[in-house]
Every structure is written in C-alpha cells, then in structure tokens.
C-alpha cells in the first residue's frame, strides 16, 4: 500500500486542455512537494505548500494542499507540450521523504 | 556547474559482478541520499547521510554499501549483482538533515543500472 497515492497514473491530452493531477494520503503531512521529472533527468522541485487549504501558482499550474494536510492537487490550465513529463508528490514522514507512484503526462501537439 | 553530479550515467553489467556509482554536490549542502526509482517510476528512499553519518538506512539488501568519505560525496557499492538490482539510482542532497520537515531535494541525473 502506497502511503502517497497519486491519480491518475497515466493522462494523454491535447495541447490546450486542462487537467488536475491528485495525490491523496490517508496520513498528515507537515508540508507536501511537487517535482517534475522529465526522461533521463532527475525530478527537479516545482513548489512546496505548507499551510493547510494553501494555493500557490506558478504560471499555468495552480497547487493546492487540502485543508487536512492529507491531500493535494495540480491543475496545469491550456497545457502544452513542454509539460510532458512525469509529476511526483512528496511528504515528510517519519524523517523521510516519501514519494507517490507518479503521473505520467503526455501532452499531444 | 552541476549542482549533484552521478557517474556513471549508464552501466551495463553481468549478474554477480561488483559496482560502485559515485555522487558528488557543490552546492555545500548536509545531507544526501541514494533513491532507486524502478521500472514503474517509483522513487523509494534507500540511504540516507547527514555529514558523513548514516540516518535512513531502508530495508535494502547488505550487497548494497554506502560510503561518504565527506559530507560532498557519498558513493553507493554493489556487491554480487542480481537481475532485480536494474534499475535507474538517483542521488540527491539537501540543506536541511531529514529531521526539518523540510526536506526539498536537489537530484542528481541518476545512473541507469542493467544487471543482464
């Protein structure tokens, strides 16, 4: 059982649609991490949310982390092709940090 | 000037030879890791140093041995490989040791691992 489960595992869409990408948890988080890793690099950090209900954005992608600190969304708007990749959550626990499974993003031109 | 760097980038060996990858940071920060993420994308924690002291230490296999001859390096050892040792192993490194909640994580490029 993943302690971080994130969904959906795969999303193929067309440049311009929207999507939310979700990663949920059973347990608390102090903070939770987002990374996008791209093919034959390592996962590079997009945003960090602390505060319980906190939203960030960063351009086209809007972060939330649940008002519980269980859970926490991605929502890229009019995505585009240089979005491609696979996205990560992350939580603190337990002195480590644990990764979900991941979404792999596939944007189409 | 890369931040993590990890050699080699790609190995290919046979089952039950012995390899080592190493990692080094510039960036001065405390702490480093060696994740392996597997066939399915999924990055589970394996080692853990702050300052050359081991702190996470996951339920891996004793083939594998971590060493940090100083808080810049940390290389990992693979003794008697097997087929389910493929796998792609990423180093990283942050400022804050794994007891900060912190924990924001710069990654190496990883070292693609085939056992054949």
């Known amino acids: 059982t993943q302690l971080l489960e994130q969904s959906p595992q795969f999303l193929s869409i067309q440049e311009g649609e929207n999507l939310t990408v979700y990663c949920n948890s059973s347990?608390?988080?102090?903070?939770l991490q987002w990374y996008r890793q791209e093919p034959g690099e390592g996962p590079v950090l997009l945003v960090t949310?602390?505060?319980?209900?906190e939203v960030k954005k960063l351009k086209r992608l809007t972060f939330q982390f649940g008002d519980a600190r269980k859970d926490s969304s991605l929502h890229i708007t009019a995505a585009q092709t240089g979005d491609t990749g696979l996205y990560l959550c992350a939580g603190a626990k337990g002195g480590k940090l644990i990764f979900g499974q991941g979404t792999e993003l596939s944007v189409k031109p | 000037d890369t931040a993590v760097s990890q050699t080699p980038k790609y190995l290919v060996t046979q089952m039950g030879n012995d390899k080592s990858i190493k990692c080094e940071q510039n960036?001065?920060?405390?702490?480093m890791y060696w994740y392996k993420q597997d066939s399915k994308k999924f990055l589970k924690i394996m080692f853990s140093?702050?300052?050359?002291?081991?702190?996470i230490n996951e339920t891996v296999p004793n083939r594998f041995s971590p060493k940090s001859p100083d808080k810049a390096h940390l290389n990992l050892h693979i003794n008697s490989l097997e087929l389910g040792d493929s796998a792609v192993y990423f180093c990283?490194?942050?400022?804050?040791?794994?007891?900060?909640?912190?924990?924001?994580?710069?990654f190496g490029a990883g070292s693609r691992l085939t056992v054949l």
């Open positions: 949310v602390v505060t319980g209900g």
């Open positions: 140093y702050n300052n050359k002291e081991l702190i």
């Open positions: 960036l001065g920060h405390d702490t």
């Open positions: 347990s608390v988080f102090s903070s």
């Open positions: 990283a490194s942050s400022q804050d040791s794994v007891h900060s909640g912190a924990n924001v994580l710069t």
